[in-house]
């Protein structure tokens, strides 16, 4: 398919509706759209574009068209598109890795074993030697902003005349012209009161200067960026302590010995928080040099900073002045880093950081599954991507490496949930309104849960408004009439909770469709139904059907089947009419089966023990809902049905979470981790959120912050 029917436009394919669509018109988001399969090759600003390509783009505008058309299709990348610096280099860093570990046919169990935080901690706590060059010669750079070099000009200006001290030929020229410069008419001619006189002024917008601009305003962003990296890492420190705390609850060793080495390299360096204190300050004291400089004669006399090649000419003030050349010097270190660091100026460099992304979405995925504690077959062999197997909660599950760079999770070979790794930085500009322009465009139909995984800092989420935060933030789609915005779940290497809210969004996902299948329907004729149900009190009769309604004991399972033989009909010729022993046993197998299902229920999610007595556990309750509780660890799950619309919805609550309300997203990955399925209100622990019309039993009842940021609107 070339092109739209109906626009005329290019089609590109979009992830996260998961279909071809004509190429937007306005701004794009980056990674969202590929280059789908055809006879035409496209090109994208002047690149040609190979099948699978990312739509995406270093300029802020960007041109398609195709081979042989000569339309041409215009449009922009939303702004701030790539996440930090930090983020960047850690996510890159990572995905290198991951690759290796993809091409070499490598074991699971080291998929597993590699960190997801951020990478090269003890580099980024040292002073680079640019930051120590800066140190030794900011007194140099200072002089030069203070005190420029300039060149002389003469320009005219008009002035009253007790100021004019020369005059030229275009004084009288200008006065003859300008009547209104005169103070009064003589018999001898005019007397005047303002004269264009010549002033020498300085002209500061030399090459040099140019160069030292561009400098200065440099070291200013690279001074900013590492003070706003040591930040991530702080509160990566922060979090790290209560990570830990949260660890040593763990019922299960496997997930506590996990988490720990997750966080070690953070707890175990005692002075590891010294040293990060230490380079702030320094940083914050070059941020303090540099500020005035910004306002400086040189800064302000310079029009536009220099911005040719790295190289710089040598001309006589680099050469001959002891300030410029110290100036040069700094300049060359600038370089230096920047090209050591790779940096992302080119088209191809952010083509790559969307592919590393994938794989960073990749490894945060597969640890979130370990972190469920899901059967992740043969963790000792290789990973059979593009499909992956694992057994959750009694189940068969897999997750499938999609082409178009998407992860689909099934249950029982029916998807429930597919994640769509988008590498657009949605949160980086800190505006609510593009903020809320970018969850308006990302509005679709569903048919299954879709949820988005981007990268994002936890102090950009903290300067939105609550009731954006909690849509950018969320494990559950957000349901407005036919449409829905995907669950949105941020995720960073300075971000320790990003494997946690990753394992919340699969286990809602999972969870929902295993305990909202209840009860157990098993077809059955209404006349064998009613009279199975009237002596079990683990079935109920309804129409043509027979309801498992709690697990039943084996010596309950076994009086139900011996009675079910009662039911056989032989063949009789006489009455013409044969045996019904196939429908029989077809209905005793299937309510076998609906009797383990229910039995899988009293499977603790957390701590992942069977219940020794599955009829103990399990408490049916009214309007078909019912309630599990494990005597083990003390987690209790089930389902409840909302008071205002009437569907059903998941709860689960580990010993100790009970006592903890709601809040947005990064309160709940600090109180529950993965531990939650529907949300508790933000006023009262025991009640929950539906997540169908985004109410509780508490709204209108108490003041809530949430119900006065977002009213009454689905999670």
């Known amino acids: 398919m070339e092109g739209d029917l109906v626009t005329g436009r290019p089609v590109v394919w979009d992830r996260l509706s998961g279909a071809l669509v004509p190429v937007p018109s306005a701004q794009v988001l980056l990674g969202r759209y590929l280059i789908p399969d055809?006879?035409?090759?496209?090109?994208?600003?002047?690149?040609?574009?190979?099948?699978?390509?990312?739509?995406?783009?270093?300029?802020?505008?960007?041109?398609?068209?195709?081979?042989?058309?000569?339309?041409?299709?215009?449009?922009d990348f939303r702004p701030n598109a790539l996440p930090s610096t930090l983020t960047l280099d850690s996510v890159s860093t990572r995905a290198r890795k991951l690759s290796g570990l993809l091409a070499d046919d490598t074991p699971l169990s080291r998929w597993l074993a590699e960190p997801y935080l951020v990478a090269d901690m003890d580099k980024r706590l040292k002073a680079s030697p640019l930051e120590e060059q800066v140190g030794r010669e900011l007194g140099h750079l200072a002089a030069v902003c203070r005190a420029p070099h300039a060149r002389l000009h003469t320009e005219h200006v008009l002035v009253p005349v007790s100021k004019a001290r020369t005059i030229t030929w275009r004084t009288v020229t200008h006065l003859a012209a300008h009547s209104e410069t005169w103070a009064a008419r003589r018999l001898r001619g005019v007397e005047p009161a303002q004269l264009l006189t010549p002033v020498t002024l300085p002209d500061y917008d030399l090459y040099e200067n140019q160069v030292v601009a561009a400098l200065l305003d440099g070291l200013w962003r690279h001074v900013l960026d590492r003070i706003s990296e040591l930040n991530s890492i702080h509160d990566l420190i922060a979090h790290g302590q209560d990570f830990l705390d949260e660890a040593r609850g763990r019922p299960s060793w496997r997930d506590r010995e996990r988490l720990f080495e997750d966080i070690s390299e953070l707890v175990s360096d005692r002075h590891l928080a010294g040293r990060l204190e230490e380079q702030r300050d320094q940083l914050e004291g070059l941020r303090t040099a540099l500020?005035?400089?910004?306002?400086?004669?040189?800064?302000?006399?310079?029009?536009?900073?220099?911005?040719?090649?790295?190289?710089?000419?040598?001309?006589?003030?680099?050469m001959n002045d002891v300030n410029y050349r110290h100036c040069r010097g700094l300049w060359d270190a600038w370089v230096r880093l920047r090209q050591s660091d790779g940096g992302y100026a080119d088209d191809a460099a952010v083509v790559d950081w969307c592919r590393d992304f994938t794989r960073y979405a990749a490894l945060i995925v597969l640890r979130a599954l370990a972190q469920l504690g899901t059967d992740l077959n043969s963790r000792d062999s290789v990973p059979s991507w593009p499909q992956l197997r694992f057994g959750y909660r009694s189940a068969d599950a897999d997750i499938t490496w999609n082409d178009d760079d998407t992860f689909t999770v099934s249950l029982s070979n029916v998807p429930v949930l597919r994640i769509v790794p988008l590498p657009h930085a949605l949160t980086a500009s800190q505006d609510a309104y593009l903020a809320e322009e970018v969850l308006a465009d990302m509005v679709i139909e569903m048919t299954h849960r879709i949820a988005v995984l981007y990268p994002a800092d936890h102090r950009e989420r903290m300067a939105l408004p609550v009731g954006v935060r909690l849509r950018l933030h969320s494990s559950w789609p957000t349901t407005d009439e036919d449409a829905s915005t995907p669950a949105m779940v941020p995720v960073s290497p300075s971000d320790i909770n990003s494997v946690g809210r990753t394992a919340r969004l699969i286990r809602t996902a999972l969870d929902e469709h295993i305990l909202l299948d209840y009860p157990m329907r098993v077809a059955c004729p209404s006349k064998i139904a009613i009279s199975l149900a009237s002596g079990s009190k683990w079935v109920e009769a309804e129409h043509n059907e027979l309801l498992v309604v709690s697990p039943p004991s084996d010596g309950e399972l076994t009086a139900l089947l011996d009675t079910m033989s009662h039911f056989r009909v032989d063949a009789s010729r006489a009455h013409q009419r044969g045996d019904n022993f196939g429908s029989i046993q077809k209905l005793i197998a299937d309510l076998e089966h609906a009797a383990v299902k229910v039995r899988a229920l009293t499977l603790c999610p957390v701590c992942h023990r069977s219940a020794t007595h599955p009829g103990r556990a399990f408490q049916k309750w009214e309007n078909r809902t019912y309630r599990c509780h494990c005597s083990s660890c003390g987690t209790t799950w089930g389902t409840r049905r909302c008071v205002f619309c009437g569907e059903a919805h998941t709860v689960l609550a580990t010993s100790g979470a009970e006592k903890h309300v709601g809040g947005d997203g990064d309160l709940i990955d600090r109180c529950f981790s993965q531990d939650v399925l529907t949300l508790p209100c933000w006023a009262r622990a025991r009640s929950y959120i539906c997540s169908s019309c985004g109410r509780c039993p508490e709204t209108g009842m108490a003041e809530c912050v949430r119900c006065e940021s977002v009213g009454e609107q689905p999670l």
């Not at 574009?49 to 299709?73: C, E, H, P, V």
């Open 38 to 75: 055809g006879d035409r090759s496209y090109y994208l600003d002047g690149r040609t574009m190979q099948t699978g390509d990312y739509f995406s783009g270093r300029r802020d505008a960007w041109t398609l068209w195709q081979d042989g058309d000569d339309a041409r299709w215009f449009g």
């Open 291 to 318: 500020a005035p400089l910004l306002a400086s004669t040189l800064r302000k006399g310079v029009r536009l900073p220099y911005s040719g090649p790295p190289r710089l000419r040598p001309t006589n003030l680099f």
